[in-house]
């Protein structure tokens, strides 16, 4: 089983609306949670930080469900910007990233 | 001018040859990473540095190598390249700090091994 699994879509949508997907770990004892974004062919760049409480940043919205084991990624009000392959990366206590696949979005307009 | 550069960007190779990929960084960091991307997959970690003495096995090592020369550069080798080598290799950068460091790619290298 892979340790951090996403649904790869694509989620295609169209400008202005909200989409939402999820990501599943697997171990229990991980402990920090963060959403990284990688357009195509490009390095991969982090998003924002997922906290335990759930956090916003702008038009994105981070949770966590540690009982689940899953994190959640939400984009309001979508932009043809916003297009792009999002990555769901967990670490443990040894500060090494686990990285999903990833989940493809593609806002149209 | 970036933080972390990586040359080669693209580099097409024959099975069998040795093939080296370097990573420069100018952001101070302690620990570096080399990452290989596969279509369909998650970015997988190969060897990591937590500083100039220390060398650590990723998850997928097996037929690769590292130096860490300096501070700012994390070198990989391949020393005898094969077609599933063929891949995206990404070197990272964190500075120390707990388990919410972020992490900060340089632009990747697209090797090709045919």
């Known amino acids: 089983r892979k340790e951090v699994e996403q649904d790869p879509g694509p989620f295609n949508v169209p400008e202005g609306a909200t989409v939402a997907f999820n990501c599943t770990y697997s171990?229990?004892?991980?402990?920090?949670f963060f959403w990284y974004r990688q357009d195509c062919r490009k390095e991969p760049k982090l998003l924002m930080s997922?906290?335990?409480s759930g956090n916003e940043d702008g038009r994105f919205t981070a949770q966590l469900n540690r009982a689940s084991q899953y994190i959640s990624l939400l984009i309001r009000d979508s932009k043809l910007s916003d297009s792009a392959t999002y990555l769901c990366v967990v670490t443990g206590n040894d500060y090494k990233l686990s990285f999903g696949a990833g989940t493809t979005v593609t806002v149209r307009a | 001018d970036a933080d972390v550069t990586q040359t080669p960007r693209n580099r097409i190779t024959k099975t069998g040859k040795r093939i080296m990929l370097e990573c420069s960084q100018t952001?101070?960091?302690?620990?570096m990473y080399w990452y290989r991307q596969d279509p369909g997959l998650g970015l997988q970690l190969i060897y990591y540095s937590f500083d100039v003495k220390d060398i650590n096995k990723g998850e997928i090592s097996d037929g690769y190598s590292v130096s860490r020369q300096a501070q700012a550069k994390f070198s990989l080798s391949l020393e005898s390249a094969i077609p599933n080598q063929t891949a995206l290799y990404f070197c990272a950068t964190s500075a120390y700090g707990g388990g919410s460091d972020t992490q900060y790619f340089g632009p990747g290298t697209r090797l090709t091994v045919l």
């Open positions: 952001k101070g960091h302690d620990r």
């Open positions: 171990n229990s004892a991980s402990q920090s």
């Open positions: 997922v906290y335990s």
